[in-house]
Nanobody
Framework: QVQLVESGGGLVQPGGSLRLSCAAS????????LSWYRQAPGKERELVAA????????NYADSVKGRFTISRDNAKNTVALQMNSLKPEDTAVYSC????????????????WGQGTQVTVSS
């Protein structure tokens, strides 16, 4: 069974740090690009950070550059998001996402989502 399970969310003060982790099972984790998304109340889901299957390429939303770091451990089937200098506007449900695109005559896309973990930044 395919599963992505996030952990590490919680309540922190502005300027604080949290480390989110996502544990995967049931699919070829090392072949997938991974990312973290977040969705705040009343807002659309947005991409926060992404990392390639090998870990050799990353990208971040402008709002989190310099503060967040995405990493993966293919041997442990995990992806993490280190969040520093947190701001109230970072408050959201954070979800991990695994994606694979293949081309065999036509392009095919496979993706999986975790259930999400709540991050609240407040004094």
């Amino acid at each position: 069974q395919v599963q992505l399970v996030e952990s590490g969310g919680g309540l922190v003060q502005p300027g604080g740090s949290l480390r989110l982790s996502c544990a995967a099972s049931g699919f070829f984790f090392s072949k997938y690009d991974l990312s973290w998304y977040r969705q705040a109340p009343g807002k659309e889901r947005e991409l926060v950070a992404a990392i390639s299957s090998t870990g050799g390429s990353t990208n971040y939303a402008d709002s989190v550059k310099g503060r967040f770091t995405i990493s993966r451990d293919n041997a442990k089937n995990t992806v993490a998001l280190q969040m520093n200098s947190l701001k109230p506007e970072d408050t959201a449900v954070y979800s991990c996402h695994a994606q694979l695109e293949v081309y065999i005559g036509i392009r095919r896309k496979y993706d999986y989502w975790g259930q999400g973990t709540q991050v609240t930044v407040s004094s």
